[in-house]
């Protein structure tokens, strides 16, 4: 490990300077966001949802003793020579998950995405805190959507999974975040990446418009969104380290950090 100080007036000195900043910055972003990119541990999968309609998902007044990390889970395998459909991920936030945000104010959500050709695949997951029977209407909701049915008999989506995440629906905000990060910033955390979760569906919903569907067959759906997954992987590449890593080091006041050294990674 070693320590490097930013300073902003460096990143104006040469344009091999910004450079090395950025690829810097990227790595201190990891910190921040590699819990996000781990695997998530999963509780066995219930379908224990018994509504019989959710046209409007009311919002619950449980007590908040009944609070609690819920995780809904897309499933679908991969072999090792495949390439996940990061597309699928996008539709599916999009149109099942978008209309349900709008009509829900949860206290913290966010999007969880994975893809490995092991046991746990390519996983997409909207994680929420919410009581257990609003988290219910939710998975109800979901599972019964017209998309995922038809995603689910294209085998697209091989599993659904609704699961409280700790186990115990009284649980705590810091309970999902990594549990070696200081306390303070595991409690502070799920803040952060709810923003980035809705800076990155506000990205999806911008070029969606700019991409009108043509019909509403699935195939068509597909070809959509592989062309909103191609913009928003293009603005990542080619603004991400100004618009997200520059400012969020800024936020910090460019103060000094621990990172390893890598030469190539994804995070």
């Not at 949802?49 to 919002?59: F, G, M, R, Y």
């Not at 746990?120 to 988290?135: D, E, K, L, N, V």
């Not at 905000?173 to 549990?179: C, G, L, R, V």
């Not at 592989?226 to 080091?249: C, T």
Request: aromatic share 14%; with cysteine.
């Amino acid at each position: 490990m070693f320590v490097i100080v930013l300073s902003d007036n460096a990143v104006r000195q040469s344009r091999a300077g910004l450079c090395f900043w950025y690829s810097v910055v990227l790595l201190f972003f990891l910190m921040f966001a590699g819990g996000c990119a781990s695997v998530m541990h999963e509780s066995p999968a219930k379908d224990d949802a018994t509504l019989d309609s959710v046209t409007d998902i009311a919002i619950s007044t449980d007590s908040a003793n009944d609070m609690g990390w819920w995780q809904v889970g897309f499933h679908r395998s991969i072999a090792a020579d495949d390439e996940p459909l990061w597309h699928l991920d996008a539709l599916i936030a999009y149109e099942v998950v978008k209309p349900i945000l709008e009509q829900q104010q949860f206290r913290l959500w966010r999007f969880h995405r994975r893809a490995a050709p092991d046991a746990s695949g390519h996983q997409f997951s909207f994680i929420f805190y919410a009581p257990r029977s609003t988290g219910e209407q939710i998975y109800q909701a979901i599972k019964t959507h017209h998309l995922v049915r038809e995603l689910q008999q294209e085998n697209l989506v091989e599993r659904l999974s609704f699961f409280n995440i700790n186990g115990d629906a009284r649980s705590n905000i810091e309970d999902t975040s990594d549990k070696n990060w200081p306390v303070e910033l595991q409690k502070a955390w799920p803040a952060f990446i709810m923003g980035v979760s809705q800076t990155w569906l506000n990205l999806v919903n911008e070029f969606a418009r700019q991409v009108p569907a043509e019909n509403s067959g699935l195939a068509a759906q597909f070809e959509r969104f592989e062309q909103i997954n191609s913009r928003i992987n293009s603005v990542w590449e080619m603004e991400g380290g100004h618009a997200f890593l520059h400012h969020l080091n800024a936020l910090f006041g460019y103060q000094e950090l621990y990172i390893i050294e890598r030469r190539r990674t994804r995070f």
